[in-house]
């Protein structure tokens, strides 16, 4: 009886073994196909950059006279009107010349009235033969000399006058002071330059962003496009605008060539504040409810790999194609294609909305890598001259012949 179960024992022992050996030999491979649908959606295309949030309109207010700032009747974020008096310099010294300069015209005045009058009697005396030809050129000479005067006098007072006028420095436009950049008591000097006292923005509701697109995007970026952008005060906002400039003149730092482009930024909630930075993203493709599939489809092609032996493959010739796993039968259909994004591409016609197209395969299973050919290859190794057959990954193979 022991040698009995001994021996039985060695016999279940040599069944499952051999058992184990051929099921666990015999693993069979199975191939699960990526598959997408044919179906209506947006393409679009986009660069990123970053830029500067301003004012559309923003004026610098200076003076052209040299003085002591009096009074100042604005402050930061004043609203202002055209024409409103915003701050006056000091007015002593250039009354004080207005007035010099009106003496000096009255002065002149009665020079002229005084050679005047002596060039008309010395006229009449000349036409009697009472004076000299030379009595006569003399005094008139005398005469235009004082009606020259008096004209650069008058010229004197008006220059005086407008001096005295930019003493009072007024708002040019209507808007919302910016900066301010002297104070009370402070002396500007206009002797070579305009001193900057204000900067007014007219309009604080219509802004704009200045971004700096690299050279590598420039070209992709067209006026009338649309831009989407953020700025850190507000992270949760999206702000949207379009392209209304693409300015010709490259700025080079580090090597690097930038160009600037002008994005139109409504502020009707005033958010946007002069200065913030804004990040960009501009659609330089951008087009909706177009029929498309994933780009990937058009590179698939069935392989023998993955193919049973009641499967068959129908090819058609073509440039672009996409295939359908029908049943048993690997389908191609030839279709005609538009613009891509490189994810998805618009398909102008070939196949239907709602089809399901093969992207690419998963193998599982077996004991070995299917071999392509003599022997598995690296896909992108060089192959051979002569064979027709190569494995890229999920997508690219040579039909069966």
Known sequence: ????????????????????????????????????????????????????????????????????????????????????????????????????????????????????????RYKTLYEKGLVSANDFESAKL????????????AQSVQRAQTNLGYATITSPIDGVVLSKSVEEGQTVAASFNTPELFTIAQD????????????ADIGGVKEGQRVMFTVDAFPEDRFEGQVTQVRQQATTESNVVTYEVVISAPNNDLKLKPGLTANVTIFTLEKHDVLAV???????????????????????????KVWTLEGNTFKAHAVQTGITNGLLTEILGGIEAGTEVLTGFNISGGNEMPQFGEQAQNPFMPRPRGNNRQQNGNNQQQPRR
């Open 294 to 320: 994933q780009s990937k489809a058009l590179r698939f092609m069935p392989i023998d790999a993955i193919l049973n032996e009641e499967q068959k493959i129908e090819n058609v010739e073509a440039p672009m």
């Open 204 to 215: 604080l509701t219509d802004m704009r962003v200045i971004a700096d697109i690299d050279e």
């Open 142 to 153: 005398s005469y235009l000399k004082a009606k020259e005067q008096v004209v650069t006098s």
């Open 1 to 120: 009886m022991k040698k009995t179960i001994i021996i039985a024992a060695i016999l279940v022992v040599i069944a499952a073994a051999a058992w184990f050996l051929l099921s666990g030999g015999q693993k069979k491979q199975t191939v699960e196909f990526e598959k997408a649908t044919v179906e209506k959606t947006t393409i679009q295309n986009s660069i990123t950059a970053t830029g500067t949030i301003e004012p559309v309109t923003s004026v610098t207010v200076g003076t052209q006279v040299s003085g002591i700032v009096s009074h100042l009747y604005v402050d930061y974020n004043s609203v202002v009107k055209k024409g409103q008096v915003i701050a006056e310099l000091d007015k002593t010294n250039l009354t004080s010349e207005l007035r010099t300069a009106q003496a000096n015209l009255s002065s002149a005045q009665s020079t002229m009235n005084y050679e005047q009058a002596n060039y008309n």
